[in-house]
C-alpha cells in the first residue's frame, strides 16, 4: 500500500520558517508529480505549490517568493520551505502524490495532514 508520510508542522511566530517533509512509503514505479495544498478553517483546500517529475514548479500567488517547494527523486521526497510567514498562512498542509504503481496504475495519493500555526 502507497502512503505519504508528512513531517515539519508546527508552531511559529510571524515572520518565521517551516519546512515540510513529505515521503512516499511503499513501492511504487514512479512518482510523476508531488504537490502541497493547505485548507484553513472554513476555507476550502488550496493548491500551494507543485513540483513536476522533470522538475517544473509552480506557485499559489500567496506564497510566491516566500516558499520553495524542492523534491529529492532518489528518496521519493518532496520539500517545501516556508519563509516569512504570516497568520493568513495558517493551515493543515497536506501532501499529494500522482504515482504510477508497478503493476501500472495511475495512483492518487494524499497525506494525512499537518499543521502549521503561524502566531502574530
Known amino acids: 500500500q502507497v502512503q505519504l508520510v508528512e513531517s515539519g508542522g508546527g508552531l511559529v511566530q510571524a515572520g518565521g520558517s517551516l519546512r515540510l517533509s513529505c515521503a512516499v512509503s511503499?513501492?511504487?514505479?514512479?512518482?510523476?508529480?508531488m504537490a502541497w495544498y493547505r485548507q484553513a478553517p472554513g476555507k476550502q483546500r488550496e493548491l500551494v505549490a507543485y513540483?513536476?517529475?522533470?522538475?517544473?514548479?509552480n506557485y499559489a500567488d500567496s506564497v510566491k517568493g516566500r516558499c520553495t517547494i524542492s523534491r529529492d527523486a532518489a528518496k521519493n521526497t518532496v520539500y517545501l520551505q516556508m519563509n516569512s510567514l504570516r497568520p493568513e498562512d495558517d493551515a493543515v498542509y497536506y501532501c499529494?502524490?500522482?504515482?504510477?504503481?508497478?503493476?501500472?496504475?495511475?495512483?492518487?495519493?494524499w497525506g494525512q495532514g499537518t499543521l502549521v500555526t503561524v502566531s502574530s
Open positions: 499529494k502524490a500522482n504515482c504510477i504503481s508497478t503493476s501500472g496504475r495511475n495512483l492518487e495519493v
Open positions: 511503499g513501492t511504487i514505479f514512479r512518482v510523476n508529480f
Open positions: 513540483i513536476t517529475s522533470n522538475g517544473i514548479t
